[in-house]
């Protein structure tokens, strides 16, 4: 989820933790969690510093370990750690299991999301997406402002966001419902797939979705409940040269390659230089698939010129971070 919907729901969180009467009858305990839960909420998110370096460490990295079991663990402890030293009357178990509750619940959240988690490290390194909900949502974002003000209306905090949540509970669930028709459609007009990937967008009743076949990549939208399939292209393997063995060893390439599951490719012959570009189908928008990796490979000596990796909306801004060699 984006930061302000992680904001809120640690005082969503916060605010179900005064139901604990460890928490709720103590006044100061109720403010080191307030803060502990808020503070939890962000944590996992801290690897978002990785895109002041570059792109590909940040596609790499970005959910990764920051959101893993290890990492969960480490902080729910060195934030209540912490806490400790400004509220030493704190009932430090369940500043921990609070802080470990609102830490665990930004991972658990952040699974339903298209772009998904790492949150099986160290076990696995598989990215677990659901494609439920949209990175931002607003139903989700302006359901919890609605409960603050009814918090701050004089409410009581604890049964007005538990509340809430068994109401976001019934909109997860119709979230999976919905997704799980378009998935019944695909599969009743689509032959031999392999893998259907659905993200939700902003709009409650529009999906994008992508559909790898065995000889085919399906690229469509469902809207309102229709399922309309945009493009097709043919499913061509990666051909084992060395323009492209090159390509793949660029870090840029190799992290688009490590974060996008359904892909397809293109190599461009020019004067003096060979281009190479992967490109997610997930993310089509506007006929534009901005989603991209791109190396510029020398002719002669078959070496490295140039590459880049990200979101680009326009060929002329893709093609001036290559000359200037963005990595």
Do not use: C
């Not at 370990?65 to 663990?73: D, G, K, N, Q, W």
């Not at 378009?182 to 979705?209: A, C, G, H, V």
């Amino acid at each position: 989820m984006d930061t302000g919907t992680h904001v809120v729901m640690g005082i969503a969180l916060g605010g179900i933790a005064t139901l604990d009467p460890a928490v709720g009858l103590d006044s100061s305990m109720t403010q080191a969690v307030m803060i502990a839960t808020i503070a939890g909420s962000q944590a996992p998110d801290i690897d978002t510093i990785l895109k002041l370096k570059n792109n590909a460490v940040y596609i790499r990295h970005h959910r990764g370990i920051t959101h893993s079991i290890p990492a969960v663990l480490f902080w729910s402890l060195m934030i209540p750690g912490i806490l400790f030293l400004f509220y030493p009357e704190a009932n430090l178990f369940h500043l921990w299991l609070w802080t470990l509750a609102a830490v665990a619940f930004h991972v658990f959240v952040d699974i339903f999301n298209a772009y998904g988690t790492q949150a099986l490290r160290p076990f696995s390194r598989k990215w677990v997406a659901l494609g439920l909900i949209n990175t931002f949502d607003p139903f989700i974002f302006i359901s919890h402002l609605v409960g603050i003000s009814v918090w701050l209306a004089g409410f009581h905090q604890g049964y007005t966001f538990l509340t809430l949540y068994i109401v976001l509970t019934g909109y997860y669930l119709l979230r999976f419902i919905m997704q799980k028709r378009i998935k019944k459609e695909l599969y009743e007009r689509i032959n031999d797939i392999e893998e259907i990937i659905i993200s939700p967008t902003m709009k409650f009743r529009q999906w994008r979705i992508a559909v790898q076949a065995k000889s085919a990549f399906y690229v469509g939208r469902s809207i309102d409940g229709d399922v309309v399939i945009i493009d097709t292209f043919n499913r061509v393997p990666v051909p084992d040269s060395t323009v492209m063995r090159t390509a793949k060893q660029d870090k840029n390439i190799s992290a688009f390659l490590s974060f996008s599951p359904v892909y397809k490719w293109e190599i461009d012959t020019y004067q003096d230089h060979y281009q190479v570009r992967f490109i997610d189908l997930r993310y089509r928008s506007k006929g534009h698939y901005p989603f991209v990796a791109i190396a510029r490979i020398d002719r002669d000596s078959l070496e490295l010129i140039s590459s880049y990796t990200g979101w680009i909306f326009s060929e002329e801004k893709l093609q001036k971070k290559l000359k200037l060699g963005s990595v």
